[in-house]
């Protein structure tokens, strides 16, 4: 089992963050979907395509809970619910979900000069989640 860490100094650089690094190692965990949405979202980040991050990383968190992998099959029903429905799992599958069902304006949305850093910021959150969610799982393994 390992265990992945972070900087907030490695994840702010997109062109040389933290999941592209350790993509062939993280990729090992993950089943044939999962696999294919990581590779997009790993192109997404390259390019700093905010939306597109914020959009697969929401994905990518639901596919691998439904997947069934060894990894996830290995985990109990509590384990897998306390890991999936955190308070930042949550945030992260309603920014994706205001982003691509639209009900209303949203920062980030909204016309304004700062809305790219808002974007930013919020694709760095994303990640972040993403990466404690995966440690979450490596850890239980």
């Not at 985990?75 to 799992?89: D, H, K, M, P």
């Not at 972040?128 to 850890?139: R, V």
Request: proline share 1%.
């Amino acid at each position: 089992m390992r265990v992945f860490k972070l900087s907030l100094k490695k994840i702010t650089n997109f062109k040389n963050t933290f999941l592209i690094n350790n993509y062939i190692e993280i990729k090992k965990y993950l089943g044939p979907h999962g696999s294919c949405i990581f590779y997009e979202l790993t192109e997404a980040i390259k390019y700093n395509n905010y939306l597109t991050i914020i959009i697969l990383s929401a994905t990518l968190i639901d596919v691998i809970k439904n997947e069934k992998t060894d990894i996830i099959n290995s985990l109990s029903g509590i384990e897998i619910n306390s890991i999936f429905s955190s308070y930042e799992a949550m945030w992260l599958r309603q920014t994706r979900n205001s982003i691509v069902h639209y009900e209303k304006p949203i920062d980030g949305l909204l016309g304004n000069k700062e809305d790219n850093k808002i974007l930013e910021e919020y694709s760095v959150k994303t990640i972040t989640i993403l990466l404690k969610i995966i440690n979450e799982i490596l850890k239980l393994k």
